[in-house]
């Protein structure tokens, strides 16, 4: 059976001329006693929700999971598109995709990350069994890594904290293979990953990845320890190529058809590409049949549950009503508070963490500055797992990570937060939330030079810009707690992409006063409109908004005409009919200016080239809020004579 994953791993990595060979190969008997002995799983139904979550968080052997989903009798991927491995179009990308097959629980490539998903996955495994009990979630976590994950730095912040949650249904195969890209792990590491794993507070054990009796036993010590597990499977990269197994050049080109045939000879496979035996396949095939009856037993119990609807409705990502929401909101209308946008985030998450339960906090160490606790959210600790507020410690990247799994999971929505600045930590996690269509809400704090005393290295200047190229990623920057709230909101009912909400640490003025439409679905719209005629539109986001308005009374009063538009999302402005957008931003001879407390890059796609980019292109520096934004020429004073020299 292992052989018949060898041999579609080569084979397609062969027809491909491109591709990972080694791994598969090396990994293929510990894969195979995974899949014939322990994984729950139902290729009838990808999507059950107590199957066991499977993580090959070594991407790069795709071809192991493409053939283990194929031979256990998934519907996709199919021979075919085996036969089509790497090419446009089929379901067997480069690396695992989970926007593309169905089983396959995280999009893996970039090292390091699939292992820390995973901890978000056992952790939502465990929050959700305090909730619902046995009877509806009570699955593992299973993890196939290689080298280069555990040598990465998220590795450690992803251990961590599993160790410290007692993930103990969290079970990693570490492919042992003593071998990277560049050669051996000789040339770049003398760690004891064992006692690495040890040290944080995980179980390890050990065994030959090619004897079939010492996996078992392994895994079954791991699956009885208490302890989230580290299995280190030695193993011989591109097992089965007599003349290159053992050696990088299995790692990342195909064997070439030479070695093809020796491999073939070697272990006595004798059936052509992309065909396997018969009586190899029913055996395959009888794997996939194994959790049949557990499944079906799962569904009785599902199904004689009172919570049977409420449970469904949860795993499938669906928001309940938001009680007491509307009235929030007409409530912040009219009381017009002048507030923090950070403070005003958690006065939204009151009322929403309150109404739903999904819903799940969390903060890099920075819980009393990123405003993330609410009455709602107890801590979620390895005595309480049903808590709902997670402290993760200053992990960023392992924070983001770990959301991912725990939206890829299904049942929970995390939100986290940091500050702003230090996105730059977890930005390959926001990126892979994108990606994967995962629902996360990141919550950055300290969203600019407003934050004052703590100085550039705490104050982003060129984030948001960063930000804002990455597909698919909402970023958010409310101006007041109406929009605030209005963004939370959208932030929640975004099904299948994150959002990312920049808040501000100082105060700001109410600047809307109808809670009427949600105006910020939007991305952008007309706050303020101009009195005299209009010559001039300002575009402002979050704490510009109301620098905005005092440029336009300065402006007016001047007998200059000017609209206010205050844009908190430029994605989803980007998405309205080009009617809309050209309403609001159009017009023959309107100077268009953007105002925002960063980087002024990317503001010309909205204000053209002979527009006006009010910014800060550099760094900020150490001061009271109040010196800085008059340091950096965003105040009415500085801002309006440069547009005046402009209207000329
Ligand atoms: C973050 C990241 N850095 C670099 C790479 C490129 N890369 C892919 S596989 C690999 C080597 C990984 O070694 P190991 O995990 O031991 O895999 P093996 O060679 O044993 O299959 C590298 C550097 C990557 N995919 N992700
Ligand atoms: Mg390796």
Redesign the pocket.
């Known amino acids: 059976m292992a052989n018949a994953v060898r041999a579609l791993s080569m084979d397609a990595v062969q027809a491909a001329n491109s591709g ?1 060979p ?2 598969p190969m ?1 990994m293929a008997d510990v894969a195979t006693v995974l899949w014939s002995d322990y994984l729950k799983f139902d290729p009838a139904q990808p999507d059950w929700a107590d199957r066991d979550r499977f993580v090959l968080s ?4 795709s071809m192991l999971i493409y053939a283990l989903l194929h031979l256990s009798g998934y519907d996709q991927p199919t021979m075919d598109d085996i036969r089509n491995f790497r090419q446009l179009n089929s379901v067997c990308a480069g690396h695992p995709e989970n926007f593309l097959l169905p089983a396959v629980e995280a999009t893996t ?4 990350q699939g292992l820390a998903m995973a901890v978000g996955m056992a952790v939502a495994e465990r929050h959700l069994n305090a909730h619902y009990g046995d009877d509806l979630v009570d699955h593992r976590t299973w993890v196939i890594a ?4 555990l040598m ?1 730095g998220i590795n450690h912040e992803a251990i961590g904290l599993a160790g410290h949650l007692k993930l103990g249904r969290m079970i990693v195969l570490w ?1 042992d ?1 003593r ?3 560049d050669g051996s ?1 000789d040339l770049s590491t003398s760690e004891d990953v064992a006692a690495r794993y040890a040290a944080a507070g995980w179980h390890v054990a050990a065994c030959n990845g090619h004897d079939v009796a010492a996996i078992r036993s392994a895994i079954d010590e791991a699956v009885a320890d208490e302890r989230p597990s580290l299995i280190a499977c030695r193993t011989v ?1 591109g097992k089965g190529a007599p003349n290159l197994q053992g050696t ?1 050049k299995t ?2 080109s195909p064997l070439g058809a030479t070695e093809i045939a020796l491999v073939r000879e070697t272990l006595g496979w004798t059936a052509p590409a992309f065909e396997v035996p018969e009586e190899i396949a029913a055996d395959w095939r009888a794997t996939g049949e194994r959790s049949k009856d557990v499944h079906a037993a799962w569904r009785q119990r599902l199904e004689a549950s009172e919570r049977a609807a409420e449970f469904t409705a949860r795993m499938h990502g669906e928001l309940p009503q938001l009680a007491d929401w509307a009235e929030y909101k007409a409530q912040v209308a009219a009381e017009r508070p002048k507030m923090a946008t950070r403070k005003a985030s958690e006065a939204a998450l009151s009322v929403l963490t309150q109404t739903v339960p999904a819903l799940i906090g969390g903060s890099a160490d920075l819980t009393g500055s990123n405003n993330t606790k609410t009455p709602s959210t107890t801590p979620l600790t390895a005595d309480d797992y049903a808590g709902r507020y997670l402290n993760y410690g200053i992990r960023e990247f392992g924070m983001a990570a770990a959301m991912n799994g725990m939206a890829l999971h299904g049942g929970v929505i995390p939100y986290g937060g940091t500050f702003l600045v230090f996105s730059d930590y977890s930005r390959p996690a926001i990126r892979l939330g994108a990606l994967q269509q995962a629902r996360t809400v990141h919550v950055m704090t300290h969203d600019s030079i407003g934050l004052g005393e703590d100085g550039p290295t705490h104050q982003p200047v060129e984030h948001l810009a960063s930000l804002r190229v990455i597909p698919d990623l909402l970023v958010m920057r409310p101006a007041d707690t109406l929009e605030t709230a209005e963004c939370w909101e959208l932030a929640l009912q975004q099904a299948d992409r994150p959002s990312l909400l920049a808040l501000t640490r100082q105060n700001l003025p109410a600047v809307r006063f109808d809670a009427a439409e949600n105006l910020c679905a939007k991305g952008a719209y007309l706050l303020k409109g101009a009195t005299a005629d209009r010559r001039v539109l300002l575009i402002a986001t979050g704490s510009e908004v109301s620098l905005a308005i005092e440029v336009q009374v300065a402006l007016e009063a001047a007998g200059i005409g000017a609209d206010v538009v205050s844009m908190p999302c430029a994605e989803l402005f980007m998405e309205q009919p080009a009617e809309y957008r050209a309403g609001l931003l159009g017009g023959e001879g309107v100077l268009r200016v953007s105002i925002e407390a960063g980087t002024t890059f990317g503001w010309e796609r909205f204000t053209g080239l002979d527009g006006l980019n009010i910014g800060i292109d550099q760094f900020g520096a150490s001061a009271p809020a109040e010196e800085l934004f008059a340091r950096f020429g965003l105040t009415a004073d500085a801002i309006v004579p440069q547009i005046m020299a402009k209207l000329g």
């Open positions: 990972h080694g791994m090396g070594a991407g790069h052997g490539g970039p090292l390091g290689g080298d280069g994950c990465e492919d293979n071998i990277t890209i792990t990269i990088s790692h990342g």
